[in-house]
């Protein structure tokens, strides 16, 4: 991910085609090391490719992946094969929490009274 953002940051400089040495002085510049294998393996799979058109693709790819949140809840099935507890398969009903009134530790006055 390193050089991917060495990488990004050489074009966003101005470097339309950025070296394997470009990317190893930004990296340098922050203290952290490049390992030359993944430098070159990164810059021949990105060969004759435009940056923007990459990016695009890849924002289309990550818009179609799942990020989480209000999923069903699986129910096992019971042991011997039989139905489930009805217990089980009934969501659970939630209580209202009624929120209590502040109480008056500003002795008495408020600053909106």
Not at 39 to 45: D, H, T
Not at 47 to 69: I, M, N, T, Y
């Amino acid at each position: 991910m390193k050089v991917i953002a060495a990488y990004l940051l050489a074009v966003l400089g101005g470097n339309n085609s950025p070296s394997s040495d470009d990317i190893k002085e930004i990296l340098g510049c922050v203290g952290s090391e490049a390992d030359d294998e993944k430098i070159e393996q990164f810059l021949s799979e990105i060969k004759g490719k435009d940056v923007v058109e990459v990016v695009a693709a890849g924002r289309d790819k990550l818009a179609s992946v799942p990020s989480g949140g209000g999923g069903a809840v699986a129910v096992a099935a019971a042991p011997g094969g039989g139905a489930a507890a009805p217990a089980a398969a009934e969501p659970k009903k939630e209580e209202k929490v009624e929120e209590k009134e502040e109480s008056d530790d500003d002795m008495g006055f408020s600053l909106f009274d």
